[in-house]
């Protein structure tokens, strides 16, 4: 019945705010735990791939590969290593790390569809993985949502990176496959950042000396 309906959503909704609550009650010390370990999940995951790509990627499309400055995210000004990270306010990291996932949910869907039809002997465990990557980054993202709302609103800012690459990764082989292991490439280094910044986060969150970072 209707009512029974009402109270069933009800019910729904108030778990739901219950786990939020619940959520946002953690200390920020755990939540940086939590998110640390799935940063580095991913990037893990996106080496594995790249690891797999190479294994049957003909050299000649090495030669043909776009450079690292032509990644959509490369416009965003990031530290280059972690001395430089550790001289970044928490609350620009967390803004970096957020902009970094939320412009990686578009290619990560193209490498998705791509992989189903992809030209490799690995096409089957290339798309597991990166159904893993697309299921750790939403759930990164959620959390850091979460982490920023306790930070402020400059943890909260995300720069807009939009990807312009289409979902078409071509026609021949060598063109798909191309296309496919530089947008790999690209995740991989922004995962790593990624990976690098919320480990900083968690450095001082805790209090350690930069060197034991």
């Known amino acids: 019945t ?13 778990t739901v705010v219950y786990l939020v609550a619940m959520c946002r009650a953690v200390p920020v010390n755990d939540l940086l735990d939590r998110a640390s370990q799935r940063s580095d999940k991913m990037h893990s995951l ?28 490369s416009a965003l000004q990031t ?15 967390m803004s970096l790390a957020r902009s970094l996932l939320q412009a990686w949910v578009d290619p990560l869907a193209v490498l998705s569809t791509s992989a189903i039809t992809l030209p490799h002997p690995s096409k089957s465990s290339i798309s597991s993985k990166i159904q893993e990557l697309q299921e750790h980054s ?11 709302g306790k930070m402020g ?33 690209c995740l991989r280094r922004d995962s790593h950042k990624i990976d690098s910044f919320l ?12 060197e034991l970072c």
Do not use: W
């Open 199 to 210: 480990k900083v986060l968690r450095c001082r969150a805790a209090k350690l000396q930069p």
């Open 2 to 14: 209707m009512a029974q309906r009402r109270i069933s959503g009800g019910k729904l909704f108030i």
């Open 79 to 93: 530290p280059n290593d972690k001395e430089q990270a550790l001289q970044v306010s928490e609350s620009d990291l």
């Open 153 to 185: 609103p400059s943890a909260q800012a995300i720069s807009f990176l939009p990807y312009t690459g289409g979902t078409d990764l071509g026609q021949d082989r060598v063109t798909i496959l191309n296309k496919f292991n530089f947008l790999l490439s």
């Open 138 to 148: 939403k759930s990164l993202a959620d959390g850091l949502d979460i982490l920023s």
């Open 46 to 73: 996106s080496t594995l791939l790249t690891q797999e790509m190479d294994s049957h990627f003909p050299p000649y499309g090495r030669m043909q590969m776009p450079r690292p400055a032509d990644c959509h995210t």
